[in-house]
């Protein structure tokens, strides 16, 4: 089992920067794909980045491209969501993920989620 305790999250304006964090415990970080997700009201939950084991591999949503950039710490079983120039459209509860496989398009593990929003 992996439990994953996502924090960081908050009130910014447009245009603003903030770091999501996500620390996972239980069993070996390194083996698991990371990913970050988000669901805004009323919508589905989407993909946001993921993060291979060895922190080489790499993808992101078109939507964040350019702005959002995800990276592992392996010695701290942490995985971040560095988020810029944030937008109204950014607002969403953002979940981070675990999967010890690299594009099964199923994830094992979630965390609880931390809100952002954006104002408009």
């Known amino acids: 089992q992996v439990q994953l305790v996502e924090s960081g999250g908050g009130l910014v304006q447009a245009g603003d920067s903030l770091r999501l964090s996500c620390v996972a415990s239980g069993r070996t970080f390194s083996s698991y794909v990371m990913g970050w997700f988000r669901q805004a009201p009323g919508k589905e939950r989407e993909f946001v980045a993921a993060?291979?084991?060895?922190?080489?591999?790499?993808y992101y949503a078109d939507s964040v491209k350019g702005r959002f950039t995800i990276s592992r710490d392996n010695a701290k079983n942490t995985v971040y969501l560095h988020m810029s120039s944030l937008k109204p459209e950014d607002t969403a509860v953002y979940y981070c993920?675990?999967?010890?496989?690299w594009g099964a398009g199923t994830w094992a593990y979630w965390g609880q989620g931390t809100q952002v929003t954006v104002p408009s």
């Open positions: 993060k291979g084991w060895s922190g080489v591999s790499t």
């Open positions: 993920a675990a999967d010890a496989r």
